[in-house]
């Protein structure tokens, strides 16, 4: 999936608006029963928790199933997709870093972190990573627990036990 | 007049020198993300926002202050010498600025752009001084349902003032308001929406939902289409910094043109920086004697906007430290951080912290001054910086950034809000949607919702409430109005033609 189909036609229903609507009414049908059931509406005067967020739910269902019916914007840009394993790494980096950081340390936590990120580039080469991850963990070291004194262990349960 | 009391205070305060020094980080950063495109300024403030926590509350304001109006003065560097623009306001610039820096004329498109800011930024700091003490004094006599009006009309504004589908937008901000709902209820006590996890108790955390959605998918979007980047600096050395007397007189006009637009269009909800530069760029062009002239070099597109955008930035805190309602997603951020520091935003915050709310309107000042100076004299240092590679420049933001989010709550389950929203703010490119509402509706959410369920409780009940009160009904009149006005094709031709320029 590169490209969109065809140029869109001028008041032709758009392909990627459906999906847009089929999206957005799905997720506010699902939070709005999910709120429904699990929280109290109350009344005008008083409202109960769920007043409000079953009252967005419906509103959000209703403007998201309206974009469904409206052509695409002439603005529209063609689709394009950055590549699997540049997504995979740069939207897996917060996750081995939250993994790492409690047990391993804010040191190794980082260092891979950006080790590992720097390849979601085509550009990146093994020699540069390396550097760049090892000259990045000393500023972070250097910024983050000299000079900021955030109470971030530098060296994790694993290492330290 | 007690102005000049409390611009002694606020001197007071931002003359420390502790502050002084997060006054020139703040400019100097913020210079730096206005130079390197890719990261711009409301990145760069949900990335060092947690790292700001630990500092007072004045330091912390100061600095990020100068992040957003510093990476004005820093975008137009880019813009004027390579064509690009280093920051999303200083698009316009580009198209006149490369022109006259092909001409050999990027010296005085350069001193003429931060010149202009700086008058600019001189002129909104006057403004918000002399503005907020009135504004507060009137914010306060509101009642609950005049600020769940007055907080529709942002809303509606920001959507009828930015780009892109209306609808769309819309849809942007309920599903923030949606996700502002996340974590316990302040009446009752009870856990909403949190899938039963204890980690979402205090909703979703803004920083990590910030980040999310501006650096991770801001990066993807940078990796799509990779190249080897070819950045075409076209003068390394910039020579001819003084502009001469003719350019001068040429760009009075504009620079105090827009200087005036940027400090109205700033303090509009959904306003601020960017508005404010294509707004000026167009009406620079109807006004022009030579209107043939722009997009071939003109300087008065360069000193119009570059003005315009820098008062923008700066008149768009004036809701923020007033009201406490931002008017755009980078004021959202700024009341975040500040009700991490533990200070209430709102009409009371003059009262009750004059030195920040002072400090940081005359550090806009400082700020200004320094940033003439970091600017011109040193632009070679800052041509140098887009050498960088951005392939070394996104391994280091995504780092950063995860440091950020951890150091908040030292909870790791914040970098899974953070992942999940950078793929969330991706597919939200990918559909045509804008994050700028989202995030607008997510730090809103809590208030709006506060302010309703205050209203309706005192009005036991009845919706008439909202039209019995003169203020309320007039904000949501006007509301509705803006709303039927864009959806209506005649004006939202004209809206499309103040944004044509951008493609």
């Known amino acids: ?161 | 007049m007690d102005i000049f009391a409390n611009l002694a205070v606020g001197f007071g305060a931002v003359l420390e020198p502790s502050n002084l020094l997060f006054c020139f980080i703040g400019c100097l950063l913020g210079t730096a993300v206005g130079v390197l495109p890719g990261i711009g300024p409301l990145g760069t403030i949900a990335i060092l926002l947690p790292v700001t926590f630990g500092f007072p509350p004045e330091a912390s304001m100061i600095m990020l202050a100068g992040i957003y109006y510093g990476a004005q003065y820093g975008g137009s560097t880019t813009a004027i010498l390579i064509n690009l623009p280093g920051e999303a306001t200083s698009a316009v610039t580009a198209i006149d600025g490369y022109q006259m820096a092909r001409q050999g004329r990027a010296g005085v498109a350069l001193a003429i752009a931060a010149l202009g800011s700086f008058f600019a930024g001189c002129f909104a700091t006057l403004v918000i001084a002399l503005f907020a003490v009135p504004l507060t004094t009137l914010a306060l006599q509101f009642g609950p349902s005049d600020y769940f009006a007055l907080m529709v009309l942002g809303v509606v504004a920001s959507i009828a003032l930015a780009h892109g589908s209306v609808l769309k937008g819309l849809v942007m901000i309920v599903l923030g308001l949606l996700l502002g709902c996340v974590g316990t209820d302040v009446y009752t006590g009870s856990m909403r929406l949190t899938l039963g996890t204890l980690d979402l108790a205090d909703g979703i955390p803004i920083i990590a939902f910030g980040s999310g959605v501006y650096a991770i998918a801001e990066i993807l979007r940078g990796l799509e289409d990779e190249r080897e980047q070819e950045r075409d600096v076209l003068t390394t050395r910039v020579t001819g910094l003084m502009p001469s007397w003719a350019d001068i007189r040429e760009s009075a006009g504009p620079i105090l043109r827009g200087t005036g637009l940027g400090s109205i269009l700033g303090i509009l909800p959904g306003g601020g920086a960017m508005l404010s530069s294509f707004t000026s760029y167009a009406l620079e062009k109807k006004l022009s004697r030579h209107p043939e002239r722009f997009g071939h070099g003109a300087l008065a597109g360069v000193a119009g906007p570059e003005s315009a955008n820098n008062a923008g930035a700066q008149s768009s805190f004036i809701p923020m430290l007033t009201l406490g309602i931002p008017s755009n997603p980078i004021m959202a951020l700024m009341i975040g951080a500040l009700m991490l520091q533990g200070v209430a935003p709102g009409p009371n915050l003059v009262n009750e912290r004059p030195v920040l709310f002072w400090g940081v309107i005359v550090s806009m000042w400082i700020g200004n001054l320094m940033l003439v100076i970091l600017n011109l004299p040193l632009v070679g240092l800052w041509v140098k910086l887009l050498s960088v590679r951005n392939h070394f420049l996104f391994p280091a933001i995504i780092g950063f950034s995860a440091i950020g989010v951890y150091s908040v709550g030292n909870n790791p389950f914040d970098l899974v809000v953070m992942a999940v929203f950078g793929v969330v703010g991706y597919g939200l490119t990918k559909l045509d949607c804008e994050p700028a509402p989202l995030l607008l509706g997510f730090v809103l959410g809590p208030m709006l919702e506060e302010y309703l369920r205050r209203a309706m409780l005192l009005a036991n009940g009845n919706p008439l409430t909202f039209f019995q009160r003169p203020i309320t009904a007039g904000l949501l009149i006007v509301a509705a109005v803006t709303l039927f006005a864009v959806l209506f094709p005649a004006i939202r031709n004209s809206r499309r033609v103040v944004f044509a320029e951008e493609d």
């Not at chain 1, 189909?5 to 699902?30: D, E, K």
């Not at chain 1, 740069?90 to 590992?116: D, E, N, R």
Request: net charge positive; proline share 5%; glycine share 8%.
């Open chain 1, 1 to 161: 999936m590169t490209t969109e189909m065809g140029r869109p036609r001028p008041r032709s229903l758009s392909r990627r608006n459906i999906t847009f609507a089929a999206i957005f009414v799905s997720f506010a049908v699902a939070t709005g029963i999910y709120a429904y059931r699990t929280l109290k509406i109350g009344t005008a005067a008083e409202m109960g928790s769920g007043f409000f967020p079953v009252m967005l739910s419906i509103l959000l269902a209703l403007l998201a199933l309206a974009v469904a019916f409206t052509p695409l914007s002439s603005g529209g840009q063609p689709l394009r997709f950055a590549s699997i394993k540049s997504s995979i790494l740069v939207m897996g980096a917060p996750l081995v870093f939250g993994l790492t950081i409690q047990s391993l340390g804010l040191v190794i936590a980082v260092a891979v972190t950006i080790f590992l990120s720097s390849f979601a580039s085509r550009f990146a080469t093994l020699r540069q990573s390396l550097l760049l991850s090892a000259g990045f963990t000393i500023f972070c070291v250097a910024v983050f627990h000299f000079l900021l004194n955030l109470p971030i262990p530098l060296w994790g349960d694993l290492i330290i036990g």
